[in-house]
């Protein structure tokens, strides 16, 4: 036992592993920039196409309808077929039609071309965490899937920038095809990246048709794909429920424009990448449930500290903590996920869980929304503390610890 734990705890990642890596996060930040690059340009879409308000918030609903279907189709066929082979579909699916959303000329050849887009980002999450958890050796595990995490915050604050310094000159056609760019740098570097050693053998030996059916085998199986699945759902409402609330809030609540309302923002994304990475380099350390409790804890207290700020300065910092425990989760489900299933059914678990979780979190934003227009803003925030106070119930019954386990 002893000669095992210091041979894992000397590991070091292999330049496959780093490559990997790399491939994934591209990927991922390809997603990070898409979604929320959206929701800068609808205004200016819906003007060019004379789109209803119901007809723009449909092209952001079914960019998240196309991504669940995605990620629970393509999640599978990587358990089944490989995971390089099916990365590389699915940003290819992406990167064709997001490039002729640039070119809609209505809005139901633009709602065809993000449907499908969406597919192709449903993939990116589940498949980009089993291949960079496979690849990087047990004692880096969390640190790794934290990285990928932070490509999505990548693409988040690069879609903030272009929104404010590129948006002016080339509008909404122009920011669609600039979503071509990491597309075509993760497409390029995969194709030099081959399926994680061993994951060829384990898949050959398998039986299993239908990969999904391992996230319920059995009773314990069931309750721990339950407890993520809640787990996954929280994590995305309070993120969009806080990253599409936030604009609005700070303009009316406190007569932000537009650029100031952004700046402050990204100040608070900027304190969801440091988050991301601590959380990493913390679940490394002391184990995935007690780094979870601890920033299910800080969401908790931030959330409700956040709604009873009023300078200025105290809403740009107070934002950049809050986003440090809402979002630094995201940095540990890869690992988790990772641990807790089987080869055959890693991948189909982390895209299917975690997207239907996003299923979940789109309804983020409206119930935010609706709560603080009929009720009042600190009624929102209630809300959000406590769905996660039941995060953290989830988390204790339902989720086992398996820091450095071996992959199965």
């Given amino acids: 036992m002893s000669v095992a734990t210091s041979t894992v705890e000397a590991a070091e990642p292999s330049a496959y ?46 960019t998240l309808v196309g991504a669940v279907i995605g990620g629970i189709v393509f999640g599978m066929m990587s358990d089944r077929y490989g995971r390089i082979r099916v990365l590389t579909w699915t940003i290819l699916i992406f990167a064709v039609f997001t490039g002729l959303c640039a070119f809609a000329q209505g809005y139901w050849d633009l709602l065809a071309y993000r449907t499908a887009a969406g597919l192709g980002l449903g993939g990116e999450f589940g498949i ?29 604050l690069l879609a903030g920038l272009c929104a404010v310094f590129l948006k002016p000159s080339i509008g909404w056609r122009g920011m669609f095809l ?43 199986t069931a309750r721990i794909s339950l407890g993520m699945f809640i787990l996954c759902s929280v994590q995305n409402f309070g993120y969009y ?16 424009d537009f650029t100031k309302s952004v700046t402050w923002t990204l100040a608070t994304v900027l304190g969801m990448a440091f988050g991301i990475w601590l959380f990493g380099q913390l679940a490394d350390r002391f184990g995935r449930r007690p780094v979870f409790s601890t920033f299910m804890i800080g969401a908790i207290v931030m959330v409700v500290a956040y709604s009873r700020l009023t300078s200025e300065t105290g809403l740009l910092i107070g934002g950049a903590i809050m986003g440090i425990f809402v979002n630094g989760m995201l940095g540990g489900y890869g690992a988790l ?28 934003p409206v119930v935010m929304l609706w ?38």
Avoid: H
């Avoid at 990927?27 to 723009?56: Q, R, V």
């Fill in 17 to 62: 592993a780093r490559k990997a890596l790399i491939a994934s996060a591209v990927g991922y930040a390809m997603d990070g920039f898409d979604l929320l690059i959206l929701g800068f340009i609808l205004g200016d879409i819906g003007k060019e196409l004379k789109l209803t308000p119901a007809e723009g918030g449909s092209l952001v609903t079914m």
């Fill in 128 to 156: 980009g965490m089993a291949l960079v958890a496979e690849a990087w050796p047990a004692n880096q595990r969390a640190r790794a899937s934290s990285y990928v995490g932070l490509g999505w915050q990548a693409g988040v």
């Fill in 178 to 220: 600039l979503g071509l760019l990491p597309a075509l740098v993760s497409f390029f570097i995969r194709r030099s990246v081959g399926e994680p050693e061993g994951f060829i053998e384990k898949i050959r030996q398998s039986k299993i048709a239908l990969p999904i059916s391992l996230l319920v085998k059995d009773g314990p």
């Fill in 241 to 256: 429920g806080i990253m599409i609330w936030m604009p609005n809030y700070l303009a009316n609540q406190f007569k932000f």
């Fill in 337 to 364: 996920m990772s641990e807790l299933y089987p080869t055959p059914a890693r991948a189909t678990a982390q895209n299917v869980l975690f997207n239907l979780g996003r299923a979940v979190g789109g309804f983020g």
């Fill in 371 to 408: 709560l603080a227009s009929t009720y009042n803003f600190s009624a929102a925030i209630a809300m959000l503390a406590i769905i996660y106070s039941i995060d953290l119930i989830a988390l204790w019954n339902c989720i086992p610890e398996k820091m450095g386990a071996e992959l199965e």
